[in-house]
């Protein structure tokens, strides 16, 4: 009679984990390049609605519904500084501003970003 059982054990012993190994990192490796790291908002806003809301990409201004202004980790003035260091043609400076925040406040950071030449500008919204 033929013992089929010695020759599963045989090659149990000899199957390794390593390719499974190899998959789950190539795998990890994989979800790492293709994620995309955002630091993120220093406050927390909800953008006003609109009828066509599209994706905003670049350099990224927070204005919070109390007027609180954030470029990184720069709070108030110090925005306006880090902003004048900005390149001319870095592309367009993004605002998320809450839909609380009074339509003046807005505008007059608005007319005082583009007096400075750090224009064009572009409002974060999302669809209504």
Known sequence: MFDFGADDRQRRQG????????????LLIFFLMSARLVPPAPFETAPPQA??????????LHLSA????????????????????????????VIRADAGVEAAALARIAARL????????RLVTVPR
Request: no cysteine.
């Open 15 to 26: 199957e390794s984990i390593v390719p499974m190994i190899n998959v789950v990192f190539l």
């Open 51 to 60: 009828d066509a809301a599209e994706p905003a990409t670049g350099d990224m």
């Open 66 to 93: 109390a007027g609180d202004l954030a470029f990184g980790d720069l709070r108030g003035e110090a925005v306006f500084a880090a902003l004048a260091a900005r390149p001319v043609g870095a592309g367009p400076l």
């Open 114 to 121: 583009t007096a400075e030449g750090r224009g064009p500008l």
